[in-house]
């Protein structure tokens, strides 16, 4: 039996959760898996319940669990507190303890929704892109950072500061994800930085050269982020691994997910050194505007639960049964709101979800 221990936050969080399991409680019944979750409270759900967003219990049983399946954190009516107790605040630093430096954000886009795609047909086609972004470090987590006070020009002022710092040590072991990555793939890894300017960019790729000499069979090129901001939605196809920092993953991961039709549609998995346990979530937010209505897309967080099947547990024929399923589901019509085009079937969420549920079967 494995344990699975389910982090409950914010907004539309409960309803893409329950999606996620039961499409794997339909694929435990057809590959005689067992699962057992466990639920926690986290972000704002957590700050009701017990005045923090992230209680010591839910450190506790993440940590004691095989794996781990987070929905999303985070509301407005959150803004106004201080930034140790925002919801936020839970999820850099379950990723903290978790010790989860790696986080892989696949851009793969499933030919039924190149029309939900905002980039033309010929242009976001065969996208197919794997995103390896550093999760513990970069301004996310640098110190010195914080809100003081300086004079200047005699007045005085407020200065806010963060600190992007990355040492080798950090770097050596994200970069040696990505080629393993790159090796399953088209064998190419394209570190993005902002080596023209940043010094930490320098290092960062000082050091992914000297790992690359151990990985002769991949291809290793370099861009700058604004560049490839631009390259992302003009030829998105030149793209194999993408591997970058925290604040850099974060924005081209948002960016590159429309591509693909919707934020709705893309998972991650996060992984450690093995020590501790990998925990998976969908790329989008809480999204409290649309919670509660039945009509969000719960496809990233049930990709997110094929991502658990394939990366902690080894499954991976379970891992692709959900995939196809998903594409049986987009090739039969059957659309969320999010991606839904003029003639497609609208769908809610648990229904959409019923419909792949029942696609579930033996590869
Ligand atoms: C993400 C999110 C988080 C991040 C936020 C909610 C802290 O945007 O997982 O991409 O910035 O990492
Ligand atoms: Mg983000």
């Given at each position: 039996m494995k344990n699975i221990a389910v982090l409950e936050g914010d907004g539309i969080s409960d309803e893409v959760l329950s999606s996620a399991i039961k499409v794997l409680d339909s694929v435990s019944k057809?590959?005689?898996?067992?699962?057992?979750?466990?639920?926690?409270?986290?972000?704002?759900?957590?700050?009701?319940?017990?005045?923090?967003?992230?209680?010591?219990?839910?450190?506790?049983g993440a940590l004691e669990s095989d794996a781990v399946l987070l929905g999303a954190v985070g509301d407005w009516k959150y803004d106004s507190l201080e930034p140790h107790?925002?919801?936020?605040?839970?999820?850099?630093?379950?990723?903290?303890?978790?010790?989860?430096?790696?986080?892989?954000?696949?851009?793969?886009?499933?030919?039924?929704?190149?029309?939900?795609?905002?980039?033309?047909?010929?242009?976001?086609?065969?996208?197919?892109?794997?995103?390896?972004?550093?999760?513990?470090?970069?301004?996310?987590?640098g110190e010195p950072r914080g809100?003081?006070?300086?004079?200047?020009?005699?007045?005085?002022?407020?200065?806010?500061?963060?600190?992007m710092i990355y040492n080798e040590?950090?770097?050596e072991r994200i970069a040696h994800v990505a080629f393993k990555s790159a090796l399953k793939r088209r064998k190419k890894v394209c570190l993005v930085d902002k080596a023209n300017v940043l010094d930490v960019s320098r290092l960062f790729r000082e050091v992914t050269l000297e790992v690359s000499k151990q990985?002769?069979?991949?291809?290793?090129?370099?861009?700058?982020?604004?560049?490839?901001?631009?390259?992302?939605?003009?030829?998105?196809?030149?793209?194999?691994?993408?591997?970058?920092?925290?604040?850099?993953?974060?924005?081209?991961?948002?960016?590159?997910?429309?591509?693909?039709?919707?934020?709705?549609?893309?998972?991650?998995?996060?992984?450690?050194?093995?020590k501790t346990p990998f925990m998976y979530e969908p790329i989008h937010g809480s999204a409290p505007d649309i919670a509660g209505k039945n009509i969000v897309n719960p496809i990233a967080a049930i990709l997110s639960g094929a991502m658990m099947l394939e990366y902690s547990f080894n499954q991976t024929k379970a891992s692709q049964s959900i995939y196809n399923a998903v594409k049986e589901v987009l090739k039969e019509g059957y659309r969320t709101k999010d991606i839904y085009q003029q003639n497609d079937k609208l769908v809610s969420t648990t229904q959409i979800t019923d419909l792949i549920v029942n696609r579930i079967k033996v590869e």
């Amino acid at each position: 039996m494995k344990n699975i221990a389910v982090l409950e936050g914010d907004g539309i969080s409960d309803e893409v959760l329950s999606s996620a399991i039961k499409v794997l409680d339909s694929v435990s019944k057809t590959y005689n898996l067992d699962f057992k979750y466990n639920y926690y409270p986290i972000g704002g759900r957590a700050y009701e319940l017990s005045g923090v967003p992230l209680p010591d219990n839910t450190v506790q049983g993440a940590l004691e669990s095989d794996a781990v399946l987070l929905g999303a954190v985070g509301d407005w009516k959150y803004d106004s507190l201080e930034p140790h107790l925002r919801p936020e605040k839970a999820l850099l630093g379950i990723r903290k303890k978790l010790n989860l430096f790696a986080n892989l954000r696949p851009v793969k886009i499933f030919d039924e929704l190149l029309f939900s795609s905002p980039l033309k047909e010929e242009i976001a086609k065969n996208t197919d892109i794997m995103i390896v972004r550093e999760l513990t470090g970069d301004v996310y987590f640098g110190e010195p950072r914080g809100i003081t006070t300086e004079v200047i020009e005699g007045k005085k002022v407020r200065v806010g500061f963060n600190n992007m710092i990355y040492n080798e040590l950090e770097i050596e072991r994200i970069a040696h994800v990505a080629f393993k990555s790159a090796l399953k793939r088209r064998k190419k890894v394209c570190l993005v930085d902002k080596a023209n300017v940043l010094d930490v960019s320098r290092l960062f790729r000082e050091v992914t050269l000297e790992v690359s000499k151990q990985y002769k069979d991949v291809e290793l090129s370099f861009m700058y982020v604004d560049n490839c901001a631009m390259q992302l939605v003009s030829n998105p196809r030149q793209f194999d691994v993408i591997l970058t920092g925290n604040i850099f993953g974060d924005i081209l991961s948002d960016e590159a997910s429309t591509i693909c039709g919707s934020l709705g549609m893309l998972p991650s998995a996060s992984l450690s050194d093995s020590k501790t346990p990998f925990m998976y979530e969908p790329i989008h937010g809480s999204a409290p505007d649309i919670a509660g209505k039945n009509i969000v897309n719960p496809i990233a967080a049930i990709l997110s639960g094929a991502m658990m099947l394939e990366y902690s547990f080894n499954q991976t024929k379970a891992s692709q049964s959900i995939y196809n399923a998903v594409k049986e589901v987009l090739k039969e019509g059957y659309r969320t709101k999010d991606i839904y085009q003029q003639n497609d079937k609208l769908v809610s969420t648990t229904q959409i979800t019923d419909l792949i549920v029942n696609r579930i079967k033996v590869e």
